[in-house]
Nanobody
Framework: QVQLVESGGGLVQAGGSLRLSCAAS?????????????MGWFRQAPGKKREFVAS????????YYADSVKGRFTVSRDNARKTVYLQINRLKPEDTAVYYC????????????????????WGQGTQVTVSS
């Protein structure tokens, strides 16, 4: 089984920055490990559906971002630490949400999915609140 634990959320003023972390542990029944996972970040604002934010493939060179966060958010990974990060800059009140990381443990080498149903493990989320 794979466990994902997010951290780094908090209350921040508009224009500020945060770095979210997602630490992975365990392995799939097939023996695949973090190095072979595509990782994604999603968020859910109050009263709204969960939405895609960013994703990263096996290789840090494969990344995707939602249009709403391009230029402000950066996703990265440290395979040695089994951790994926989301650097969030120039925060806006509309970024307020619970942020979730997810793992696609069957991902191909060049895959970094942008849809929820591609991911098979999820963390419990970390709250980000941006005050105006």
């Amino acid at each position: 089984q794979v466990q994902l634990v997010e951290s780094g959320g908090g209350l921040v003023q508009a224009g500020g920055s945060l770095r979210l972390s997602c630490a992975a542990s365990g392995r799939t029944f097939s023996g695949r490990t973090f190095t072979n996972y595509a990782m994604g970040w999603f968020r859910q604002a109050p009263g709204k559906k969960r939405e895609f934010v960013a994703s990263i493939g096996w290789s840090a060179g494969v990344t995707y971002y939602a249009d709403s966060v391009k230029g402000r958010f950066t996703v990265s990974r440290d395979n040695a630490r089994k951790t994926v990060y989301l650097q969030i800059n120039r925060l806006k009140p509309e970024d307020t949400a619970v942020y979730y990381c997810a793992a696609d443990t069957d991902a191909g080498r060049w895959s970094a999915p942008r849809t929820e149903n591609e991911y098979d493990y999820w963390g419990q989320g970390t709250q980000v609140t941006v005050s105006s």
